[in-house]
């Protein structure tokens, strides 16, 4: 067995999952992000009920590192440290940009590369670009689009754009390459690859891990 909590809370909608040996066992999702850090808690302990399993059978958490909300990452990285570090089991730390990339690969046709795009407002997204068996071409970056943007890449290759960065993108991004596409999305696709890091041993360690929050957060101050 390799019963692994799976927590993403990156984006709009959280998610989390108890997966064994990359199965998906059971999910539960929140669509309201101001609720993420009072939901998450409840969530994972009526998973763990449901399941007959308790905090003390898991043998590892994983959790989406970022990009995406701050606040959101803020708290899916907090929860996931807490767990491991009271129940001394490893944490494993994934890209979100990754699982997306991970889940679009499950669901389309072969494509040369892939292109996850999160929302980080105007005409700014957090993005990367993979090919299809995941190698990195474009590490994660924030990026504000016009209609030049990947445009080397599009001029030989097939892009699949999909995400909700992606949506207003599609007016500015006109080459016959480009293919948006709508996609699924849940904390399952985080609980297979969790299980591939847990069995190569890939862990992240618990006391220095922070989210990849991929630009500096800024705010107004008030005078």
């Known amino acids: 067995m390799a019963l692994i909590l799976n927590i ?11 997966s064994d040996k990359g199965t998906m066992l059971l999910m539960a999702e929140n669509h309201n992000q101001k609720d993420h850090s009072s939901w998450l808690h409840p969530a ?8 007959g399993h308790r905090l003390q059978d898991l043998q ?11 606040t959101g990452l803020r708290v899916g990285m907090a929860a996931a440290k807490g767990f491991c570090y009271a129940l001394g089991i490893p944490l494993i730390a994934e890209n979100t940009l990754t699982v997306m990339a991970f889940a679009a690969r499950e ?3 072969a494509i040369d590369l892939l292109c996850p795009m999160l929302d980080a407002r105007r005409m700014e997204v957090f993005t ?4 299809n068996d995941l190698g990195i071409v474009l590490p994660a970056t924030a990026m504000i689009i016009d209609e030049n943007s990947f445009s080397s890449y599009l001029l030989n290759h097939q892009m699949s754009f999909f995400g909700e960065g992606s949506n207003k993108c599609k007016q500015v991004i ?3 390459n480009a293919a948006f596409v709508d996609l699924t999305f849940n904390v399952g696709y985080l609980g297979i690859l969790s299980f591939y890091r847990y069995l190569q041993g890939e862990f992240t360690g618990v006391a220095y891990s922070e989210p990849a929050y991929t630009k500096e957060f800024y705010t107004h101050t008030k005078k």
């Not at 994972?44 to 399941?51: A, F, I, T």
């Open 8 to 18: 993403d809370t990156s984006t709009e909608k959280a998610g989390v999952c108890l």
């Open 44 to 51: 994972v302990r009526q998973l763990l009920q449901d399941s």
């Open 60 to 70: 590892a958490v994983a959790v989406t590192a970022g990009p995406g909300s701050y």
């Open 107 to 109: 669901q389309l046709p």
């Open 128 to 131: 990367a670009i993979y090919k």
């Open 174 to 176: 006109s080459a016959s």
